[in-house]
Each structure stands twice: as structure tokens, then as C-alpha cells.
């Protein structure tokens, strides 16, 4: 009797890609029990985790209850076996089994992440608080396309720089690390899928989410991996990290918090709806998230229980921006909501006039957004009184972000404004080939976005 041979590769794919157990079990004509058998292997070998395989858990008990189990007289053994010693059926095998990615479950010892570096992180929305706001000069008056970087795809995700490298990932599976100065590639990183999370970078090293459920850590100065840790889902949530702990969301409705020396699971706290929020940190030892749920959700982020929850009438894709007593946050019904810290109460509410799925900047004493109706909207940050509103010529989902009394954000529309925070009038504007969902980074006296055209903009 012939075994079946199955790559390891290729059943891991099928497992990430979520098949169900008959599916995958009819694609490689395969029995329940050579299926738990298979399974054990990967996960003794450490190419999978348990949390990747919450769909086979009938199969993973079956597996783990004996070392053996014959798919076609049922005899089971405590030895570990490829043909049964009862029959002599050949049960599915592995090819070529892969080995573990290195500090799967630890960090090595070699690892290049400098735990004692004091050197401060660079994140997206240019801090933990989300506020979008930079202690940067930006572009007064636009006198030049600096560089310009041509990429694979669509560029939904944020640039974040640190030193002279700015790292952004796009839709075509990489993440790139740039020369702030020219925009040459200084080293790139090929993932599974399409990366829209931006990525959070301390500790010398690049953190990240991946579509296909990965959390990463890269090496900030060569791009090799150091760490992994596999979430049950896509990750589209830009990680924060704090205190040798990770925090994330994915589109299975988990936000998570992976102890950052052990890649271990610290907790997991369950909404009602997929996280592609960012999660936003401050110093009172919470963590304050959107869901499509609906829902800001405020976490301690030693234990993982909710503090409180606040409801809205729809779905919450941007990050909150946290001042001192308030979190603020737009959502898909259409209304900007300002809420308080301590307790979780609404302090005020806006209509907007159209959906908002980015994220608001804080600063000068306004809060800003943009909805789908395309307007750009500054409300005074205290009281929510609309202040001036600006219209684009399409939709706006680019979170807009603030420096030296500028605003600067994207639009459907293809282009990039630069208005004036006072007054909402507008500076100058930059023509892309592309809808611009991408939020800007500001640093020095230089403006970088991303476009769906694929390219990445430097602009002084």
C-alpha cells in the first residue's frame, strides 16, 4: 500500500487560507484520523501553533490521545508509527517537514533586539496617543517632488521613520525600508499577502502585522526576521508596544497582547467584531481600541478586561486619539464622538454628514477628520462646535496629521492638501495617479505618503 504524500507548505497554506477539516481532508483524499495525524506532526515540528488550528480541535484530541492511530482498521499504538503494526496500511505522510521559524515561541539568543536601547520608538500616527501630530516644520510652500519610489501595488498603510531609513509597507507583500534621502531601497522584506498595517519600530527592530495572521519582528538595520508570533487572522491593525509587550488587532475580533521576550500569548480580549484599528496607549496602564462592532473599547493592559465599552451606531475602522481626559473617534455612522477617559461617557457628538473611516488628529486646540462625503472638518476639541470644513473632490479615507499649524491629508480624489489649521483654507495640493488612503509622515521639513498608484511620495 502506497502512502499519501502531502507538502507541509502546502497544508499549512490551506490551513491559514481557513479551509474547513472536510475541505481540506476531500482536497488530499484523507481520512479525520490521518488528518489529526498530520496535524500533530506540524505542530510537533512547530511550523503551526494550537491558536491557527481552533477549527481542528475534534482532530487535534484525537491526535494527541495516541501516538499512532490507523485510518483504515482503526488500531492506535503509543508508539509513533507510519504503517500500522496491525494491518500494515501506510497512513499519510509529510513531505519534506519544516522546521520551526527561528524564536517561534522565544526570542534567540543571538536576537538583534536591543532590549536595553533607550533610543525612542517612531509609530504610526507619530505616537502611542495616535494624535497625528508631529513636532516637525513640514512644507510651508511646496517647491519639489524630493523622490518618488515605485512600488507593486496600492499603498494603504503609513510610513514611519527612524534615523535615515522610513519603512512602509504596501498591497504588493513587502515591506520597505527607504533612504529618507533619496528614497533608495536599503533593504526589503517579501511577505504572504497584502500588508496594510504600518509598522510600530523600537527597540532597533520593525514590528508588524501581515494579512496572512502573522505578527512580526524584522532586524530595523537588515530586515531579517527575528520573531513570529501567528494570530488566528488577518492582521490589519498597526501594533503598539510598550513595556516589552506587543498589542494588536485582527479581523477575528481579538485584540492581542504578545509578551515580547517569550512570544508567548499574554491575553486576548474578545469583541464582537473584526479589529482593524490601531490600538491607541497611555500611561494609566490602559489600552483603548475601535471594532466593527461598533464599539471604543478600553482594556487594562495587565490583565486583558475591559474597563468600559462605548457603543455607536457603527462600524469603528480608525484609531482613537487620546488627549489628557478624553478619547476621540469617528465611526461609520457618520458622527465624530468625543468621550471621556475615566469612565467610558459621551462628552460630545458631531455629524459629520458621511461615513468616517480614518482617523482623527489632535492639536492646536481642534480635533480633525475627514468623512466619505469628502469633506476635511476641524471641531473645537472641548466643545465639538464645527470650526470650518473644506471640500475635496472625492471621498476621504486618509487619517489627516498635523505640523506647524498645517493639516495634511489625502483624498480619493488623487490628490494630497495642505490646509491651514486655523482656517481649513488650503496651502497647496499635490496631483498623484491614485485615490490616497495612505496617512503622511512628517519629519523635518519633508512630507511622505503613499498612493494606489503605487508609489511612495517625498515631497519638500
Known sequence: MTPKTIKAKDLVQDIRADMSPAAVMSKYGISAAELGFLLKKLLKV?????????????????ASAYTFECPDCGSRDNQERDQCPKCGALVAQIEEEIEAPPSQRTLASDSRIDMTSSEAGAFYRGNLKRTGYYEAKGVRGLTKLKWKFKTGGWISAAPVALKDLVYIAGWDGRLYALELETGTPRWVFSGQGPISSSPAITYNAVFFGTSDGRALILSG???????????????????????DVVYFGASDGYVYAVDLIKASLKWKFKTAGAVSSSPAL????????????????????????????????????????????????????????????????????MKSGGKIQ??????????????????????????????????????????????????????DDKTFYTLDVNTGKRKWQFLTEGAIHSSALIINETVIFGSNDGHVYALE
Open 282 to 349: 497611555d500611561d494609566d496602564n490602559r489600552l483603548y481600541i475601535g471594532s466593527y462592532d461598533g464599539s471604543i473599547h478600553c482594556v487594562n493592559t495587565d490583565s486583558g478586561e475591559n474597563i468600559w465599552s462605548f457603543k455607536t451606531a457603527g462600524p469603528i475602522s480608525g484609531v482613537p486619539a487620546l488627549s489628557d481626559t478624553a478619547v476621540y473617534v469617528g465611526s461609520w455612522d457618520g458622527a465624530f464622538y468625543c468621550i471621556n477617559k475615566p469612565d467610558g461617557d459621551l462628552q460630545w457628538k
Open 221 to 243: 538595520a537588515t530586515g531579517d526576521q527575528l520573531w513570529v508570533f501567528n494570530a488566528a487572522a488577518s492582521i490589519n491593525s498597526s501594533p503598539a508596544v510598550s513595556d
Open 46 to 62: 512547530e511550523v503551526i501553533t494550537s491558536q491557527e488550528l481552533a477549527r481542528y480541535q475534534g482532530l487535534q484530541t484525537v
Open 358 to 411: 480614518g482617523s482623527p488628529a489632535l492639536g492646536y486646540g481642534g480635533v480633525y477628520f475627514g468623512n466619505a462625503a469628502g469633506a476635511a472638518i476641524c471641531c473645537d476639541a472641548k466643545t465639538g462646535r464645527e470650526k470650518w470644513r473644506e471640500q475635496t473632490g472625492g471621498p476621504i479615507a486618509s487619517s489627516p496629521v498635523l505640523a506647524f499649524f498645517s493639516v495634511y491629508m489625502g483624498s
